[in-house]
């Protein structure tokens, strides 16, 4: 399987098991429409090994870890598992290392696919698998998605309570409240850490990027600015089953003084001379990986040119409470390499979102900076003001 892409499951019940050459912590979240748990319960590790149609079991060292999943015993509500993945040493990446998920038939062991997630760098955490309900049939979609913040990361963006490691790396004495394991603590000299210092600014040198609301990238990498061509991935999947959601993805140009130039969308694939391109109108959100994408050639991009900013609207009046998950994701066009992530993790009852800006420095360099701001609008054409608001 390739980042993205899924298989329908042909059997109920299913072992996922992944293996790399170094000892690995396995886990699964079952999650509910808006990709949260329910309680901590839903967590499901070395120290909670059993949920409702979701058990855990150890390798003992020498065998993979694994999580089985029954679809039949999974409880109403539950439309998705997700298995994540970590190096079981504090503080390890998986730079170096090539973890492998390989989803089985749980009644006879036969294979049905497996997964290797490319080009891993700072990450200490992954979800690397996710079983998930679609119209009422059970499919298996590779993930591949990386943390730099360890377990905890994980944990803490499905809302799993997680208490503060103690100051040694074992694990605490076992108290009520404790449900989860202590997260790895890694050095931020060796991570991409999605919370950046105060004073510091993130670039690209470290790997691949995870951005909360409101914080920057500088597009730089070994010093030199990233002036090539880009694509914007940006994709969302209903939140309930059976429905189909239409939005629609477009980026607006403006220029130094929040002067409006064009905006390029379903209806305007190609702006400013051929330098911004749309993918064009996907009219569900069904399917892995991107829902819609925007191609932009830094180099080629007229000087007048100093601000982008990508939106997602709803033209059929459906609410963003309505999508399980939205995303947005810029990668390098040429090697398909993932540079830097946003995923949307709140929700309005609202027609658009303005997911985030691409301003040009002084110096020349762009930076990306997530957004994440709901707006009234079901056309790009009512974005325009709101966006030049944001730049």
Not at 142 to 163: H, K, M, P, R
Not at 238 to 252: C, E, H, T, W, Y
């Amino acid at each position: 399987m390739t980042p993205g892409s899924n298989i329908p499951l042909p059997v109920a019940r299913v072992t996922v098991d992944v293996a790399a050459p170094v000892r690995l912590d396995v886990s699964s979240l079952l999650l509910t429409a808006d990709g949260k748990v329910r309680s901590d319960d839903d967590f499901i590790f070395y120290n909670q090994p059993t949920g409702p149609g979701v058990t855990y079991r150890s390798g003992g060292g020498s065998a993979p870890d694994a999580i089985t999943v029954d679809t039949s015993a999974v409880p109403p509500g539950i439309e998705k598992i997700v298995v994540t993945a970590s190096p079981d040493s504090a503080g390890q990446t998986f730079q170096g290392i090539e973890p492998t998920a390989t989803i089985r038939n749980a009644d006879d062991n036969s294979v049905l696919a497996s997964f290797t997630p490319p080009q891993l760098g700072s990450e200490t955490a992954l979800v690397i698998v996710e079983v998930y309900l679609r119209n009422g049939a059970w499919k298996a979609r590779a993930v591949g998605q990386g943390y730099a913040n360890g377990l905890a990361g994980i944990a803490t963006d499905f809302g799993v309570s997680v208490e503060e490691p103690a100051q040694q790396p074992t694990p605490p004495t076992p108290q009520p409240q404790v449900t989860t394991p202590p997260p790895p603590s890694a050095p931020p000299t060796t991570t991409a850490a999605p919370t950046p210092p105060p004073s510091g600014k993130i670039n690209l040198d470290k790997g691949r990027v995870s951005l909360q609301k409101n914080q920057t990238v500088s597009l730089v990498k070994g010093g030199r600015p990233l002036l090539s061509q880009v694509k914007m991935g940006l994709g969302w999947e209903p939140a309930f089953r059976g429905k189909d959601i239409d939005l629609d993805a477009s980026v607006i140009a403006y220029g130094p003084q929040r002067n409006h130039i064009d905006s390029c969308y379903f209806g305007k694939l190609s702006i400013v001379n051929g330098a911004i391109k749309h993918s064009g109108d996907n009219l569900t959100g069904e399917g892995g990986g991107d829902d819609e994408v925007i191609v932009v050639d830094l180099g080629r991009l007229p000087q007048e040119v100093t601000g982008l900013v990508f939106t997602v609207n709803s033209f059929s009046g459906q609410k963003f409470t309505e999508v399980a998950k939205a995303y947005c994701r810029l990668l390098d066009a040429a090697t398909g390499e993932e540079l830097v992530r946003f995923d949307l993790t709140s929700a309005e009852a609202q027609t658009g979102v303005i997911m985030a800006k691409l301003i040009k420095q002084f110096s020349g360099e762009w930076e990306m900076t997530a957004l994440g701001d709901f707006v009234k609008s079901r056309t790009v054409r009512g974005m325009v003001k709101p966006a030049a608001q944001s730049l």
